[in-house]
RNA sequence: GUGGGUGUAGCUCAACUGGUUAGAGCAUCGGACUGUGGCUCCGAGGGUUGAGGGUUCAAGUCCCUUCACUCACCCCA
């Protein structure tokens, strides 16, 4: 077989059909963003390695073991994104300009509001992980971030856009999951209440547990699935019992609103997420058909995150969606896409071809102003007629246009409907390629075209993408 | 990083307990049909059996190493 190149490990190529149904996918998204007024940004791939390892926290596993981190030309330490957040909160700080601000016990103190964003955004991610099932190297994820307000409603309005986007494709058998982590002021004195907790069984834990996770960030604990820690997490106290005023109240609130919107959701006090910027309200929304990896979605708030990136403090919500994930849930429902109609011209010798290069070129045009949709295809490898026609009906094209020798000499021109295999003749008044006589006979055979596309119009109407998937949802399971 | 499963033609898969020249379907290309397509028939090309080493008279088959894919742990989207 030869060496061959092959991507790196983790990494996917898409073709057509799959390219097509992820264009479809995230114009609806967009267009769900539009009317939550989410606004579209895009940011750079890669960082300042920094802007992570400080962000997502360095004890993390993802800063600690999965960046695809190198140091370029200039000597900087530039790191592949391994998620979006962060990112964001860079580019609002570089960006936005704030209200003047006071230096008080060390701390950025603002004097007015923040600006107020309501971002979203799609693109690739990239972590060193294993492969799996529904986990790639490079990913891609579609998030929203809404920065500048600490308003309980804007958790919600972060989780139903995430809701409805999933609505909108139809899926079911989704759970929300819901937590509160508390916040700066109320975790220190809870994560002193776990570490007691934890503290007599200590060496009954699992290794990582016991060696980092119970100095570093005893929160994670509550997250482990190994069995050792199991029975202890069960009795351990939860982050929920120990909110100070505030961040009960925010929960509160939240809890209320979903209820009212009757948004369906479980509490897991055992949800604390794997980034350390997390505050208050943490949430994830999981498929019970995805395998291992099965949270489709999840975010949070991060009050905390825009001062620990060295601006004042600035409260935020977001969530961020894996894109592999979504189209594992959802591809076996995507319609099948209407692809334009495919007209096949066939120029059979040089001189046939001489004629038809220009008129193709015309046929575009004309087509285009007219608002045809039509894709115009042609054979390269100077086939004779039956194989062209051969091509023709592989691609499934709908007309051929003929031209060779006999069509040259009798100044004529075949269009054929490959459908229903009738031909006629077009005649030419000349053969001159002219702009005047390529024009008339681009609009001659577009005349033609359209009187049959109306007719598959009609037929076609059976065939809107959304009445077929909403079909298939009600028929199916 | 750790464990399980799998690697045979472009794709899907055969080849009994080790036994001649590794087969089939689909796809591709050509011909029947020197200018009218989807069908049919005939034919052709395509393989270092993932790679490297070992055992054996003999290895696609057994052993070791390595690589890739895949699922799971972990972690997360």
Redesign the pocket.
């Known amino acids: 077989?030869g060496e061959q190149f092959?991507g790196p490990?983790?990494t996917n190529d898409l073709f057509p059909p799959e390219t097509q149904k992820w264009v479809f996918v995230e114009e609806i998204i967009r267009r769900k963003a539009e009317s939550f007024g989410f606004q579209e940004i895009r940011t750079p791939i890669f960082e300042h390695t920094e802007l992570f390892s400080r962000g997502i926290g360095e004890g993390?596993?993802?800063a600690a073991k999965?960046m695809y981190t190198f140091i370029d030309k200039g000597g900087r330490s530039i790191t592949l994104r391994p998620?979006l957040t962060a990112p964001a909160v860079r580019a609002y700080l570089q960006n936005f300009p704030m209200p003047g601000t006071r230096i008080q016990d060390g701390r950025k103190i603002l004097q007015g509001s923040p600006p107020f964003v309501k971002w979203c955004y799609f693109g690739p991610a990239f972590?060193y992980?294993?492969?799996?099932?529904?986990?790639?190297r490079q990913?891609h994820?579609f998030g929203v971030e809404a920065i500048g307000s600490k308003h309980p409603d804007l958790d919600i309005e972060v989780i139903q856009f995430a809701l409805q986007v999933f609505k909108s494709f139809f899926l079911e058998n989704l759970e929300v999951k819901l937590n509160s982590i508390g916040c700066s002021s109320c975790r220190p004195s809870y994560r002193e209440v776990l570490r007691k907790h934890f503290y007599d069984h200590l060496e009954q834990l699992c290794e990582?547990c016991k060696t980092h996770r119970y100095e570093k960030n005893p929160l994670r604990i509550l997250?482990?699935?190994?069995q050792k820690c199991a029975p202890f997490i069960l009795g351990s106290p939860i982050p929920i019992d120990y909110l100070c005023e505030e961040c009960k109240t925010h929960f509160n609130a939240v809890q209320h609103r979903l209820k009212e919107l009757q948004v369906p959701y479980s509490l897991d006090p055992r949800l604390v997420?794997?980034?350390d910027y997390y505050t208050k309200t943490v949430f994830?929304v999981i498929s019970g058909s995805l395998?291992?990896?099965?949270?489709?979605?999840?975010g949070g708030r991060y009050d905390d995150l825009i001062e620990t990136l060295g601006g004042p403090s600035v409260p935020a919500v977001g969530f961020?969606?894996?894109m592999?994930?979504l189209m594992l849930l959802i591809q076996d429902n995507l319609p099948g896409f209407k692809k334009a109609p495919l007209l096949y011209a066939v120029p059979?010798g040089e001189k046939a071809e001489d004629f038809m290069v220009p008129l193709i070129f015309r046929l575009r045009e004309e087509a285009e102003m007219k608002k045809i949709r039509l894709h115009i295809e042609r054979d390269y490898q100077g086939?004779?007629?039956?194989?062209q026609?051969?091509e023709?009906?592989?691609l499934?094209?709908d007309f051929a246009v003929?031209l060779?020798?006999?069509?040259l000499n009798e100044k004529k021109l075949?269009l054929?409907n490959?459908?229903t295999?009738k031909?006629e003749d077009l005649p030419l008044n000349s053969i001159e390629n002219s702009q005047e006589n390529l024009k008339n006979i681009s609009n001659q055979i577009l005349e033609k075209i359209t009187v049959f596309l109306e007719e598959i119009k009609t037929f076609e109407k059976k065939f809107d993408p959304v009445l077929e998937l909403k079909e298939k949802i009600n028929h199916g399971k």
Do not use: H
């Open positions: 077989m092959i490990r983790g993390t596993d993802i999965e998620e972590r992980e294993r492969p799996q099932s529904g986990r790639y990913f994820q990582d997250d482990c699935k190994s997420r794997g980034l994830e395998g291992a990896q099965n949270s489709v979605c999840g961020a969606a894996g592999e994930r059979l086939k004779n007629l039956s194989a026609l051969k023709a009906s592989r499934r094209a003929i060779g020798e006999n069509e075949i054929k490959l459908n295999r031909q």
